[in-house]
């Protein structure tokens, strides 16, 4: 959870810009957090925030590394106050991990057999052609997809 605003912290040029919608995502947060998981898996509730998450990460990814329109040092503000993962973008910018959904899913430990997720397999290898990952409920994050 990105820390809260003080008049203390000194916010880089550029930030006016991308603060609406970092504000949006977090009060979007806030309502998944908040949201009652009624008939649903334990895994199952947790699905919103990983989304969340991988969509605020993924917007401060895009304004830096794609679109080049904040600073460097606004992305590293970003980092530092918890608005984006930087272990997840670390991985985005690797090849084949593009499209990686969290982390957990190329974790081995988690899985069966000492293996990644389900959700990393492009679909045209798949027995099965709708599946979801039972951390975060992706549908598939593979980079050949």
Not at 13 to 30: F, N, Q, S, V, Y
Not at 112 to 132: G, W
Request: hydrophobic share 30%.
């Amino acid at each position: 959870m990105p820390k809260i605003k003080t008049s203390r912290v000194k916010y880089p040029e550029g930030w006016e810009l991308i603060e609406p919608t970092l504000r949006d995502l977090d009060a979007k947060m806030r309502e998944a957090e908040n949201d009652p998981h009624d008939g649903k898996r334990k895994c199952e509730a947790l699905w919103p925030i990983f989304r969340i998450s991988h969509q605020k990460s993924r917007y401060v990814y895009d304004l830096y590394y794609r679109r080049k329109e904040i600073s460097k040092e606004l992305y590293e503000f970003c980092l530092d106050q918890g608005h984006a993962d930087g272990n997840l973008i670390a991985k985005w910018k690797k090849p084949g991990y593009e499209k990686l959904c969290c982390l957990r899913c190329m974790q081995t430990r988690d899985h069966n057999f000492a293996t990644t997720c389900v959700c990393r397999v492009p679909k045209h290898l798949r027995e099965e052609k709708v599946i979801e990952c039972v951390h975060c409920g992706c549908r598939g994050c593979a980079s050949g997809d």
